[in-house]
């Protein structure tokens, strides 16, 4: 690729370089760990006659992984799962001491050859597509996430939106249908205080529907009957002129990462973020997929997260107005990453929190959701990315897949893990057939850190959830040992 995907901030010896990030990778749980010294077991991706997501054969899944990458990712996934670790990493990360140029080359240092190594697709153009390339070649797509927060002012903006856009040009050198999805997060392109301006007067809308906003585009539904509008007690005021402005060249930086996306034929799939906000991002999100999604194929994807309680109501009044505009839908089906920082929110301003009040309440939301979307598939109308380490829902999903015959509409279904996670169950969706992405977020170590750190904290169960990759590891460490003293 002729331009880098991102300006690398920190730069690393040649050899290290080349130490941490030109390896052939396996999948989630230990595919940034994976180095195969022999060619990648022969692929089944025929589907069979019904679905086999199977996570019994250790030697299977980690067989072509060397012992050394098995221990550093075995030695992850067990450090990323103690609640402690996560905390000091945080407190360190955000603490003065980060100001001192040797503490904090120490502590990046560190940081980049243990869970950063495991977790991140690379720093620049070079790795990513190295990274790329080797999912590509055992059966796993990739889904890149330029890992950016929020922006505060337009030139952030602007700078973000050329790292997108570097992001979706460069999928075009890679080997075809191995780039699944571009991901970005709106909150990047358009300043975090104006996403909040305009959530609270899409929600005083939704209180008071005479309430007028003239600078509204045509949308799909926001709101349920049941979705949260306590963000909003008053009458927010008006966007000023300078607002306004500011709002439409942050829908312009949308349409011209949609248009790159088309130009590109990749598709794009747009984060959820927190509910003060989320609104805003399903205002631009939608507003797009009307004037992009075409022909029956969604280019643009919204994301619902499971764990609010009205998600399914709103999967289903966007769904219903979709098909009533005949535009193709594109959603992104994920549990969810801000618990904490919800319920906190909602205490604070004496409501209930937005989140389902159990666990099971999420799964069977989830699962709920799934099945919607897979049988809307069927019909040949939209499109799901089903992102989960759940392998209860993965087995549900697979299952209703094949019951519904999707098998032949595949390209319609993404199957989906972070990057780093849920090695068995990303191997064993795709034996089953079907299509399966990593999420990778990738960029400088200093950059992608805290953006990790952030969503550890906020998904400290998902890290504890890693414990079927743990026991599958251990289990193919204890037979390679076994063997070998045999």
């Known amino acids: ?16 370089f080349l130490y941490v990030f030109n390896r052939p990778l396996n999948t989630a749980a230990s595919s940034p760990a994976a180095a195969f010294t022999a060619p990648p077991p022969p692929l089944h991706l025929n589907p069979p006659s019904t679905p086999t997501v199977d996570f019994t054969d250790s030697r299977a899944l980690f067989g072509s992984i060397p012992t050394s990458d098995l221990l550093h990712a075995t030695a992850t996934l067990h450090a990323s799962a103690i609640g402690p670790v996560v905390d000091v990493g945080m407190w360190v990360m955000n603490s003065k001491l980060m100001d001192v140029e040797l503490f904090r080359d120490v502590v990046l240092g560190t940081v980049k050859h243990t869970f950063y190594r495991h977790f991140c697709a690379g720093e620049d153009d070079t790795s990513v597509a190295k990274t790329v390339r080797r999912l590509h070649d055992v059966g796993l797509r990739s889904m890149l996430d330029y890992a950016l927060e929020y922006a505060d002012d337009e030139a952030s903006c602007d700078r973000n939106l050329d790292g997108f856009l570097r992001t979706v040009e460069a999928t075009k050198s890679l080997p075809s249908g191995s780039a699944s999805f571009v991901v970005t997060k709106v909150s990047a392109i358009c300043p975090l205080r104006l996403l909040e301006r305009v959530s609270d007067l899409l929600r005083w809308q939704q209180k008071n529907p005479s309430f007028n906003l003239p600078w509204k585009l045509q949308t799909l539904p926001i709101f349920s009957e049941s979705s949260p509008l306590y963000h909003t007690l008053e009458q927010p005021e008006p966007l000023t002129r300078e607002e306004e402005k500011s709002l439409q060249i942050s829908h312009e930086r949308l349409m011209k990462i949609c248009q ?31 004037i992009h999604n075409k022909d029956r194929n969604p280019i643009v994807y919204g994301t619902i997260q499971a764990y609010l309680k009205d998600a399914k109501d709103r999967l289903l009044l966007a769904n219903k107005e979709a098909s009533k505009l005949k535009i193709p839908l594109g959603i992104k089906l994920v549990r969810g990453a801000y618990m904490s920082s919800e319920s906190k929110l909602a205490s604070s301003l004496g409501f209930e929190s937005p989140i389902h009040n159990t ?3 999420t799964h069977s939301c989830y699962n709920t ?12 109308s939209s499109g799901a990315i089903l992102a989960t380490h759940n392998v209860e829902s993965g087995k549900l999903a ?3 897949a094949y019951e519904i015959g999707i098998g032949k509409l595949k390209q319609k279904l993404e199957f989906a893990q972070l990057y780093g996670m849920s090695e068995a169950l990303s191997f064993g969706l795709r034996n089953a057939g079907f299509q399966v992405s990593k999420y990778m977020p990738f960029g400088p170590v200093d950059m992608v850190m805290p953006y990790l750190l952030r969503r550890a904290e906020e998904n400290r169960g998902l890290l504890s959830a890693s414990n079927l990759d743990r026991q599958l ?12 003293l045999s």
């Open 473 to 484: 590891m251990r289990k193919e460490l204890g037979r390679r040992m076994k063997e070998y």
């Open 398 to 400: 697979a299952t209703r």
């Open 359 to 361: 666990i099971q309440d």
């Open 369 to 380: 959701c799934a099945s919607f979307l897979l049988d809307d598939i069927a019909k040949g």
């Open 260 to 290: 790159s996306c088309v130009d590109a034929n990749v598709p794009l799939a747009i984060d959820a973020e927190h509910t003060k906000v989320q609104p805003a991002i399903d205002y631009f999100t939608y507003s797009a997929a009307i």
């Open 1 to 16: 690729m002729a331009r880098a995907l991102v300006s690398t901030q920190s730069k690393i010896s040649k050899r290290v």
